[in-house]
């Protein structure tokens, strides 16, 4: 291999992942002017007029204004940034057949999953019920993966040959040829070696599927196929005298092949492996080791090598951890007794406790899935697209009006996506070019769009995938999850909010001109049916405190006949549309009035005794989405031309349309309304699986971790460890846990963080009496700022590649906007009712000590003032003066004296209790008793607090009174 050709190298290089980004417009691009600092345009009398006599340069160009062309950031540069980003392959032909039957098929069997459970099963006319399977908890799981394993293959390379191992290996023929001639046998033999691996395994162009997809994808089928057809095994062998004791290879296989062909062919296959190595190995054990070892191959496809090394050690930990002695200070902690291979394989294999199919992956398949493919539907039905022009509509003619937009629009992506990358890419590619041509620098506009993106994760109802794994690790409802971190969120975007204000009140920026965004009011009537998911879900959870599974099912199945309803809808379809439903809905009450059961039932002889009017009822509401989705059907059906009015669907179902009626032969299907809406189903169901690929890989890989303390015994030595760490410092202890969260969290998805850190951290914090959510939520906070925290900083990256800015200023500006976000998570440690807990309160049926608030609770001013109202205003008016210290103005230029005091006065603010308990932590430390603390205490800092903020604002406003150019000068210097 030489050094100057890129094909010649394998990789073992890192690869992150979001989901893909779909073609967009903006009203708003439009606007290709640069922007006056009173928020109009500069028009000349032939248009728009881009230039002064200050910018003017000699050869008629522009020097400081960036041209709208260089702004604009296209579909292609998208599809590039993500590539670079994803590392992940464009498939075609036969291999974009295949992943689209197994991304279906995948969607398809989770669906199933959240509408029947366990039980696969469906009506059959006049035959009856039918009864498919009945599958285990470890059976599902196990599919669950497999599924994800599969996909994670197809889409991502083994190796792209510019990776650390592949270069080094790109050297071997080389120093062959050199050391033993080019003509020698071993220099023949390099090269050869040379072109079987590139065949094997490489995939430079990330286009061409490659053997080893092929033969990793066939071996995860086959450790699937085992728990389907022999999970008797597991139950009866594996689980009660352990993996040695199954059949081994020669026996499984002569078995599988006598119950086909007969006893020769099948004596014969036993004797022919039981030749080979593996022959005489349990089939069990082998295929436990291969599947944990694909899990880690998929990890670093799709997630890097630094994560699979993490997750690589906890497992040679819990082999060899046994020679750490237990004398050795500290880390003698860290000594656990000794564990033989196959319990190991055991426990994290063959497991739904603890384990790749543990809890995280429970959680995947039962709540997380279903999520991402409610995602997937609003996004492909052109939510994301309406969101974001609701955004500018609502405050893109405001001052610094392009950057609240993107705030808005992120979070408002956030409730679909949840993934920080996904977040800013689909907004940026619109929000950051307008920033720019607004006044805002590259660097803060990217910053601004991944700071606002990376709350995704944070903000109800759907958050991020960690957000499911609180509910399960805490066992705590989904609803209480979404109103403890209600107030937090809030005062998040609030905070990146007041931010971008000030920077543009600072650089005298202004707003888009009302010709260049939508309207607000027609537009918000074109598209209000897509707010109906997300209340429909709030309602669910809360108002009905259904379990995530069933609220996420019932809102899939609203969201599908919504858009099938809107498709179908138009001024001459309305009428018939209308009448189609009410018959539909009509025949069916009378049937359920009658029969107790529906038409089909009724016609096919399977009707019974009526079930009244109020029953009747009820049956009908509870299936009125498949109602409406017949009648949409058959109406468009009836018209299969038809336009529209106010559906505008994501163009990659345009695309898919075009794709399989081309494949077809036939395209004209492409135009066919009905044709389309099942193209919408497809696409979104194939999006949503693409998307899930590697959360699902993320949480079996991170399940290994739980896993391995849970077998070794490793959880009560290690929070002796951490305790003994923080020498019993609550502040101490915060501080490491935020550190370490950030650090673990770097390049890596907030999901694996957390579970890394809960397995770690979370008994310890708990130790020191914080409640349990309130730790969960701590920890997730801070692997969120790691996607914003230099120097890896994904979310910034990607930013800033859409921003062409400097990346690692980017993601120094991102963590700046964010800095509430690091300091609200110690408030609500320090003061729950931030997070809407209360403590010291007895919990009937549980351990707890701590619940939610209610609605009493908020009445009883003995706990609302001081607990939540005192707290939450301070952090409000603290996250004002923390805008300040960052960008260095309020009402006119702040000095450095300023700056400090308003940081001062943020942190007595927003948390006054990490100066007493440090302060009580400290002199604990250095032997002395005394102790700090109390209301009063906490009351008396925060009023300092907002003290020393009026008279610095009063102080700066004064400046601005007393010279009205006070602020101008600093404009104009930053123009």
Known sequence: MTDDDPDDTTTDDDSRTAPPTSDRHHPARRADDRLSPDGGTDRGPDGPDHSTEADATPDGGRDGVTDADDDEFTEEEAEELLKEIERKRTVGGLAAIFVAIVGLSFSAFQMLLAAQGFEFGFDVPVIGEVQIASLQLLQINAIHVVFALVLAFFLYPPSTGDGFVARRLGRVVPTAE????????????????????????????????????????????????????????????????????????????????????????????????????????????????????????????????????????????????????????????????????????????????????????????????????????????????????????????????????????SGFMGTISGSSIANTVTTGAFTIPLMKRSGYDPEFSGAVEASASSGGQILPPVMGAAAFLIVQYTQTPFADVIIAAAIPAVIFFFGVWVMVHLEASRANIGGLSRDDVVALKPHAKRGWFYLVPIVLLLWYLIGERLSVARSAWFTLVAVSALITLVAAYNDRTRVPLAVTLALITGAEFASFLVGGVGVIGLATGAGGAGVGVSGAFAAVLGKIGWYAMVAGVITLAWNPRMDAALLRLDPQVQDAAETVAEGANRESLADNRLFRLASFVGTSMESGARTAVPVVVAVAAAGIIPGVISVSGLGPNLVSLILDISAGSLVLMLIVTAVASIILGMGMPTTVTYIILVSLLGPALVEFGIPILAAHLFILYFGVIADITPPVAVAAYAASGVAKSDAFQTGVDAFSLSLNKAIVPFAFILAPGVILLRTGVEVPGSDKTYRVVQLGDLFDPAFAIPEILIPVAGIVVGVIALGGTVIGYLYAPLNWIERTGFAVSSLLLMAPGLLYIGVSDAAALLGSEAQFGGVLLDLGLRVLGLVI?????????RQVDASPTAGGSAESESV
Request: aromatic share 12%; glycine share 10%.
């Open 949 to 957: 903020f009026v008279l610095l604002t009063v102080r700066n406003r």
């Open 178 to 409: 050199r050391r033993f001639g080019p003509d020698s046998p071993i220099a023949g033999v390099a090269r050869r070696s040379r072109r079987l691996v590139r065949w094997f395994a490489l995939d430079p162009k990330q286009e061409r599927v490659t053997p080893a997809d092929v033969v990793c994808s066939a071996v995860a089928v086959l450790t699937a196929a085992y728990f389907i057809t022999d999970f008797a095994e597991i139950q009866n062998v594996v689980r009660i005298r352990g993996l040695t004791a199954t059949r081994t290879v020669s026996e499984y296989y002569a078995g599988a092949v006598e119950s086909l062909f007969g006893p020769g062919l099948g004596d014969l296959v036993g004797t022919l492996l039981g030749l080979t190595p593996v022959g005489d190995f349990p089939y069990a054990f082998l295929l436990g080791v291969l599947g944990v070892l694909l899990v880690l191959e998929a990890t670093r496809r799709t997630l890097g090598l630094p994560l699979m090394i993490i997750v690589a050690s906890f497992i040679v930990y819990a082999r060899f951890g046994y020679f750490i002695s237990p004398g050795v200070p500290l880390l003698g902690n860290l000594s656990i007794l000794e564990l033989r291979w196959s319990s190991i394989v055991q426990n994290l294999w063959y497991n739904t406790e603890n384990g790749v199919f543990g809890i995280p992956v429970t959680v995947s398949v039962q709540f997380i899935y279903i999520f991402i493919l409610f995602g997937a539907f609003l996004e492909m039905s052109g939510a994301g697209q309406w969101f974001i022009d609701l955004a500018y509509a609502a405050t893109g003619t405001r001052k610094g009006g392009p950057a609240k937009a993107s705030i808005l629009a």
